[in-house]
């Protein structure tokens, strides 16, 4: 099974959207493996988008995601990186297709309510940034015979 990592931005987490981001993965059938609501600190949020140290909106970008607390979160299933990406939208909320979290509750670019890992590279290190092995919970989902053969 693959893993990957979701974060619910503090604009999702300031406009009560948590039970719906939630809501909205395990109705898909992927099981949660890891959740916490947390303060990231600034060394956290500057390793977390070291990939844009060098871009202008950095600086910008690390203010935001230690601005209010994030709900951090590491979601298991078949295909479960490229789904989640599927189910948040595309980075600018105006261009994410209706259905999706952007596309229902985002308006701007900078306050596009959550991120999600895009490889599964990506979600190996961001899980390794935002949890340590111990909080992590392997399960047995026993929806599990009626997602998959």
């Given at each position: 099974m693959e893993r990957t990592?979701?974060?619910?931005?503090?604009?999702?987490?300031?406009?009560?959207?948590?039970?719906?981001?939630?809501?909205?993965?395990?109705?898909k059938g992927f099981t949660l493996v890891g959740l916490k609501l947390m303060a990231v600190s600034r060394e956290l949020a500057e390793k977390h988008y070291d990939v844009h140290k060098e871009r202008p909106?950095?600086?910008?970008?690390?203010?935001?995601?230690?601005?209010?607390?994030?709900?951090?979160?590491v979601w298991e299933g078949q295909g479960v990186v490229a789904s989640a990406r599927k189910i948040i939208g595309g980075t600018n909320p105006?261009?994410?297709?209706?259905?999706?979290?952007?596309?229902?509750?985002?308006?701007?670019?900078?306050?596009?309510?959550?991120h999600g890992s895009d490889a599964i590279e990506t979600a190996t290190r961001e899980i390794s940034l935002w949890f340590e092995d111990g909080e992590l919970c392997s399960w047995e989902n026993t929806m599990k015979t009626w997602l998959y053969e």
């Open positions: 990592f979701l974060m619910i931005k503090p604009d999702g987490v300031q406009r009560n959207l948590v039970g719906e981001v939630i809501k909205r993965l395990e109705n909106f950095f600086g910008s970008l690390v203010e935001f995601i230690i601005s209010s607390p994030v709900v951090a979160m105006l261009e994410s297709d209706p259905g999706t979290i952007r596309g229902d509750y985002g308006i701007d670019i900078g306050r596009n309510l959550i």
